[in-house]
């Protein structure tokens, strides 16, 4: 191996080294209680040799955030090459989701379940890898909308309440495994289904929604 | 006022006062950093007077956590006793949750999105306020299935899924508030909407269903 080569490695060895110790920091006492001498501190370098590779501590979650999503992206690739009908491909994708969660609870929970400063990750988040894994779920649900399986709903608000819905269970099974959860494969199973079929055919039940939910009083019941 | 009445009343302001205390360190430091001995400092206290009212730091947690579910529970038993058709009660309740969690974002924070030490509030459950909160939730969903707005679905598994379902939207709009959201109050009816709807009226999204979802790879599809 050339000297070049090993310096390279070398590097990329270092900066995946920085990144698991503020992983681990950051899940143990919190983002906002770790400072960059900290995680300095836990690998034996000096604060500098970690500034060199990593600007500041939003810069290094920004990276453990983009790590997450990269591997998800991976999949749902993959996922999304596979010719088989829309809603099919969108479930894939959720439960994909909903167990790439449950398989990485420490990336998942830093990414989605702790507060970040305000505009720290969303400053970046046009060309990240977020936004890439948000686009894929985007073109499922606009392939289920264009050809007709789901109602024509809007696109990104649709997108937006299926993503609230795979991380809701994501997130309960990751803080509350304790639960007496019935069965989680069936929850998800359940909870996936159910929001898809109200995407597909809602009209039933929203009929009958007539309360107001600014103020949460009944108002008049159609007939 | 009597001499006793002063002990009582002083003794509840006591309690109060170490509750915020624990509650805002809980948040800000995360519950596994904070100590009885730090939560004492914080108000000038002795480690020895908390004890005196709370049994250790797991009670603590246990006691904010079952304020946040009583005043939940407040606002359900209200909703419960409308003489509305049930489907229009339980998305009341859905909303309701979602209100109050954004409302109070600190306890729901620590109630749902953190994770505790594991039998912590588990063991305390079954006549906790969080379970008669949960009891709440599966009425209004169980008064659904028996009334036929709902199909015959698992009870416990329905309000599961249904908990999660809510609980994202909450959890997400806490933790990442600067996501761009299309329009907050939009999502949240959607995915109500969409999950009951699933609830009455899945079938037509069930059957296309026919991926493996422990492998993720589709199987061949129904006809």
């Known amino acids: 191996m050339s000297s070049k080569a090993r310096r390279v490695r070398e590097k990329a060895a270092l900066k995946r080294e920085i990144l698991n110790a503020a992983r681990d920091l950051f899940v143990q006492d919190g ?13 034996d370098y000096s604060p500098t040799t970690v500034y060199l590779h990593f600007t500041d501590k939003a810069d290094l979650l920004f990276h453990i955030c983009e790590e997450t999503f990269a591997k998800l992206v991976a999949q749902g690739d993959k996922l999304v090459a596979h010719k088989i009908d829309p809603l099919t491909k969108l479930k894939m994708f959720g439960r994909a989701y909903i167990e790439f969660g449950l398989k990485h609870p420490d990336h998942y929970r830093l990414t989605f379940m702790v507060q970040h400063e305000p505009g720290e990750l969303e400053e970046r988040y046009e060309n990240s890898m977020g936004h890439r894994a948000f686009e894929l779920l985007r073109s499922c649900v606009e392939e289920c909308i264009a050809k007709g399986v789901f109602r024509r709903l809007d696109l990104s608000l649709t997108s937006q309440a299926l993503w609230a819905g795979v991380h809701g269970i994501t997130s309960l099974l990751i803080a509350r495994p304790d639960f007496p959860w019935v069965e989680k494969d069936g929850t998800i199973d359940l909870l996936v289904d159910s929001v898809c079929a109200g995407f597909a055919n809602g009209e039933r039940c929203k009929s009958i929604s007539t309360f107001n939910p600014r103020t949460l009083n009944p108002t008049t019941q159609r007939p």
Do not use: F, T
């Not at 209680?33 to 690998?43: C, D, F, G, L, Q």
């Open 31 to 43: 983002y906002e209680n770790v400072s960059m001498r900290r995680i300095a501190e836990k690998i």
